[in-house]
Protein backbone atom coordinates (compact mmCIF):
# COMPACT_ATOMS: atom_id res chain seq x y z
CA UNK A 1 0.00 0.00 0.00
CA UNK A 2 1.39 3.53 -1.03
CA UNK A 3 0.29 6.12 1.41
CA UNK A 4 2.77 8.72 0.30
CA UNK A 5 0.74 11.94 -0.59
CA UNK A 6 0.17 13.03 -4.03
CA UNK A 7 -1.84 15.52 -6.31
CA UNK A 8 -3.34 15.58 -9.53
CA UNK A 9 -5.03 18.43 -11.36
CA UNK A 10 -8.34 18.02 -13.51
CA UNK A 11 -9.90 20.60 -15.48
CA UNK A 12 -12.60 20.74 -18.35
CA UNK A 13 -10.48 21.01 -21.47
CA UNK A 14 -11.49 23.47 -24.01
CA UNK A 15 -15.27 23.76 -24.34
CA UNK A 16 -14.72 26.30 -26.95
CA UNK A 17 -17.11 23.81 -29.14
CA UNK A 18 -20.15 24.53 -26.77
CA UNK A 19 -22.24 27.56 -27.92
CA UNK A 20 -23.36 28.27 -24.50
CA UNK A 21 -24.88 27.34 -21.31
CA UNK A 22 -27.83 25.48 -22.59
CA UNK A 23 -28.12 21.41 -21.86
CA UNK A 24 -24.91 21.39 -20.14
CA UNK A 25 -26.90 20.54 -17.18
CA UNK A 26 -28.75 17.38 -18.51
CA UNK A 27 -25.80 15.26 -19.78
CA UNK A 28 -25.88 11.71 -19.32
CA UNK A 29 -23.61 9.10 -18.18
CA UNK A 30 -20.87 7.16 -20.23
CA UNK A 31 -18.89 4.66 -20.31
CA UNK A 32 -16.20 4.71 -22.81
CA UNK A 33 -14.86 1.79 -24.81
CA UNK A 34 -11.43 2.75 -24.09
CA UNK A 35 -10.20 -0.14 -27.12
CA UNK A 36 -12.23 1.63 -29.32
CA UNK A 37 -10.59 4.75 -29.59
CA UNK A 38 -7.26 5.60 -30.97
CA UNK A 39 -4.75 6.93 -28.51
CA UNK A 40 -3.08 9.61 -30.81
CA UNK A 41 -6.61 10.90 -32.00
CA UNK A 42 -8.91 10.48 -29.00
CA UNK A 43 -6.57 10.72 -26.35
CA UNK A 44 -2.87 12.44 -27.45
CA UNK A 45 -1.90 13.86 -23.78
CA UNK A 46 -3.80 11.10 -21.69
CA UNK A 47 -6.68 12.19 -21.37
CA UNK A 48 -10.06 11.63 -24.06
CA UNK A 49 -10.45 15.17 -25.57
CA UNK A 50 -13.55 17.06 -24.76
CA UNK A 51 -16.11 17.16 -27.67
CA UNK A 52 -15.70 13.81 -29.20
CA UNK A 53 -18.38 12.53 -30.81
CA UNK A 54 -19.86 9.50 -29.17
CA UNK A 55 -21.74 6.34 -30.70
CA UNK A 56 -23.72 3.84 -28.40
CA UNK A 57 -22.34 0.05 -28.71
CA UNK A 58 -25.39 -1.92 -29.36
CA UNK A 59 -23.82 -5.21 -27.50
CA UNK A 60 -22.28 -3.38 -24.20
CA UNK A 61 -24.34 -0.18 -23.95
CA UNK A 62 -20.92 1.79 -23.84
CA UNK A 63 -19.47 4.89 -25.90
CA UNK A 64 -17.25 5.02 -28.46
CA UNK A 65 -15.46 7.35 -31.15
CA UNK A 66 -18.72 8.06 -34.17
CA UNK A 67 -18.16 6.29 -37.05
CA UNK A 68 -20.41 6.95 -39.91
CA UNK A 69 -18.71 3.28 -41.20
CA UNK A 70 -18.90 1.60 -38.43
CA UNK A 71 -21.92 -1.88 -37.91
CA UNK A 72 -21.56 -2.33 -33.94
CA UNK A 73 -24.20 1.04 -33.32
CA UNK A 74 -21.53 3.55 -33.12
CA UNK A 75 -22.64 4.62 -36.39
CA UNK A 76 -25.34 6.62 -35.48
CA UNK A 77 -24.12 9.89 -33.43
CA UNK A 78 -26.07 9.88 -30.19
CA UNK A 79 -23.52 12.90 -28.11
CA UNK A 80 -20.37 14.15 -27.27
CA UNK A 81 -17.90 13.93 -24.53
CA UNK A 82 -18.57 17.12 -22.03
CA UNK A 83 -15.48 17.18 -20.35
CA UNK A 84 -11.72 15.34 -20.60
CA UNK A 85 -11.77 12.26 -19.15
CA UNK A 86 -8.01 10.75 -18.15
CA UNK A 87 -7.33 7.49 -20.05
CA UNK A 88 -6.75 4.17 -18.52
CA UNK A 89 -2.92 2.75 -18.74
CA UNK A 90 -4.38 -0.06 -20.77
CA UNK A 91 -7.49 -0.61 -22.98
CA UNK A 92 -9.15 -3.11 -21.04
CA UNK A 93 -10.60 -0.88 -18.66
CA UNK A 94 -13.45 1.40 -19.36
CA UNK A 95 -13.93 5.22 -17.60
CA UNK A 96 -17.06 6.80 -17.05
CA UNK A 97 -17.71 10.95 -18.09
CA UNK A 98 -20.72 13.01 -19.19
CA UNK A 99 -22.51 13.15 -22.36
CA UNK A 100 -23.81 16.33 -23.75
CA UNK A 101 -27.00 15.78 -26.12
CA UNK A 102 -29.04 18.97 -25.95
CA UNK A 103 -27.92 21.93 -27.01
CA UNK A 104 -25.84 24.08 -29.29
CA UNK A 105 -22.26 23.35 -30.69
CA UNK A 106 -19.52 25.36 -32.75
CA UNK A 107 -18.86 23.06 -35.21
CA UNK A 108 -15.51 24.70 -36.35
CA UNK A 109 -14.50 24.39 -33.00
CA UNK A 110 -15.04 20.70 -32.08
CA UNK A 111 -11.84 18.30 -32.12
CA UNK A 112 -13.34 15.64 -34.60
CA UNK A 113 -15.56 16.75 -37.53
CA UNK A 114 -19.16 15.37 -37.98
CA UNK A 115 -20.52 14.27 -41.03
CA UNK A 116 -23.83 15.45 -42.63
CA UNK A 117 -25.01 11.91 -41.70
CA UNK A 118 -24.27 12.28 -38.03
CA UNK A 119 -25.89 16.14 -37.92
CA UNK A 120 -29.23 13.78 -38.64
CA UNK A 121 -29.00 11.64 -36.25
CA UNK A 122 -28.86 14.50 -33.39
CA UNK A 123 -31.18 16.90 -35.82
CA UNK A 124 -33.87 18.38 -33.13
CA UNK A 125 -31.54 17.98 -30.02
CA UNK A 126 -28.45 19.56 -30.88
CA UNK A 127 -27.63 22.40 -33.42
CA UNK A 128 -24.44 23.47 -35.17
CA UNK A 129 -23.35 27.00 -35.42
Known amino acids: MNLT ?10 QSWLAGPHGTDANIGVTLDTSTFTAGTHYP ?18 YGP ?6 DGRETLVCFLMND ?12 GAGFMHGGIVEAN ?13 AG ?3 FV
Not at 85 to 96: I, L, R
Open 5 to 14: QRTESFGQGN
Open 45 to 62: DGYFISGIPLGKITATGK
Open 66 to 71: YASGAS
Open 85 to 96: VKAPAVTTQDPV
Open 110 to 122: LPISVDSAGKVDV
Open 125 to 127: RIW
